[in-house]
């Protein structure tokens, strides 16, 4: 499906790629899931790929709290800009690095839900018109959301594809 342009869509694809994600590895025996990637990527296992993307919904979630009070959120995160995501992501590996598979995997379908639980507070218009809110600059709220969920679902999928041959 291309890069959702409604509500409908943005629902449709966040859960459909989450749902594929989440019955992938869940396919995967607990030695399997327990096995590392080839080296040189960051994410050294499925836990980590399931981490990073709890951290990236929780940090969205963080976003958009303070953004919708009129405030401007430190994006994407304090201390860090666009340019330095990648040490961003090294800090977000070392914190979860040591967590439980099965923590993750819970506490990633909480942020889920609650990014979905903020999808649906929505109208089209407000998640897709860009510059309605000044937190979102040039772009739309939908933009993030697409980035935190359907997209980054879709990468860490092919991620864990790749990593597991």
Request: aromatic share 12%.
């Amino acid at each position: 499906m291309p890069r959702p342009k409604t509500k409908n869509e943005l629902v449709e694809l966040s859960t459909k790629n989450y749902k594929r994600l989440l019955d992938y590895v869940n396919s995967f025996s607990e030695e399997k899931l327990a096995s590392e990637f080839p080296k040189g990527l960051l994410n050294r296992n499925v836990r980590d790929v399931l981490a990073h993307l709890h951290h990236w919904h929780l940090m969205m979630m963080d976003w958009y709290t303070v953004g919708m009070k009129g405030n401007k959120p430190e994006m994407p995160a304090k201390g860090y800009t666009w340019k330095t995501t990648p040490d961003l992501n090294r800090e977000i590996w070392k914190k979860y690095n040591t967590a439980d598979l099965d923590d993750i995997k819970k506490q990633l379908q909480i942020s889920f839900e609650d990014l979905q639980k903020i999808i649906h507070k929505h109208t089209e218009e407000e998640l897709f018109e860009k510059r309605r809110y000044k937190w979102t600059g040039t772009t739309s709220l939908a933009a993030y959301l697409i980035s935190a969920t359907s997209s980054h679902y879709d990468w860490a999928y092919k991620l864990i594809k790749k990593s597991m041959k």
